[in-house]
């Protein structure tokens, strides 16, 4: 009897291995699919953002960051948090916003000092807000990160808003995020600029979150998610209304 239980154990055994690893290919073959149709729709968020920043308002929203700026994941480019935070402060204070995004897809903080921060010096925004640092965390170099993050940080306004990373939730990236967190605090820090604690709000999803709030290549976030993101902001940007005298 014991031999037959110890081939019933080993065929379940294997049985559930190549069940596992069936599944690990099919997640892969899936964020192959998804990776292609959100790098298609690159050139589509950018156009809407190009239109959305022709239109007139009373008001200016600059948007800094990478291809979550973008809304890149989202159902349309509306959808993301930039699009979410724009139509809050249209709503909020019932003024009409222009709204300039100049985040790019795949955007590092080196790149967003050589090729953002040239469009923005001549802008004069109520709002600002800044996401940047997820792309930095594959090959993370800490110094390097500081000291783009101080070129980006010394050429904002004195009233951006600024997010730190998101959770990864695994490690080794997560304890990656963590550091980077730090060192991006610090130096927001050193400006006085308020941080938008977008890590701690991402990771508090926990297993929920991973499941129901991120596109299908497992990065960018959906509709779901990036309306947390849109959460995350509300308080910083209520506070900068209240200083603009646009709500009590």
Excluded at 48 to 60: K, S, T
Excluded at 145 to 152: C, T
Excluded at 169 to 194: M, S
Aim: with cysteine; proline share 6%; glycine share 8%.
């Amino acid at each position: 009897m014991r031999p037959l239980v110890g081939i019933v154990a080993a065929a379940a055994a294997l049985a559930a291995a190549a069940g596992v690893a069936a599944w690990a290919r099919w997640l892969a073959r899936r964020r192959r699919i998804w990776f292609t149709r959100l790098n298609d729709a690159i050139p589509t968020h950018a156009a809407y953002w190009r239109e959305r920043a022709r239109r007139e308002g009373d008001l200016l929203y600059l948007a800094i960051g990478d291809s979550a700026a973008q809304g890149i994941g989202a159902s349309r480019p509306g959808k993301g948090y930039v699009g979410q935070l724009a139509q809050y402060v249209a709503e909020r204070t019932r003024r009409r916003w222009r709204v300039v995004n100049v985040g790019v897809s795949g955007a590092t903080v080196a790149l967003a000092v050589r090729d953002q921060l040239p469009r923005i010096r001549r802008l004069r925004p109520a709002l600002c807000t800044v996401a940047i640092g997820a792309n930095d965390i594959a090959a993370f170099d800490p110094e390097a990160f500081a000291a783009g993050l101080r070129a980006l940080v010394d050429a904002l306004p004195d009233h951006a808003i600024v997010a730190d990373v998101p959770s990864f939730y695994f490690p080794p990236r997560e304890r990656r995020v963590v550091q980077a967190n730090r060192i991006l605090r610090a130096v927001a820090a050193e400006r006085g600029l308020p941080v938008v604690p977008l890590h701690a709000r991402t990771r508090r999803q926990g297993a929920w979150g991973i499941v129901t709030q991120f596109a299908g290549d497992l990065f960018h976030p959906n509709d779901r998610g990036y309306r947390v993101w849109a959460h995350a902001f509300r308080p910083a940007v209520d506070a900068r209304l209240r200083d603009l005298g646009l709500l009590p």
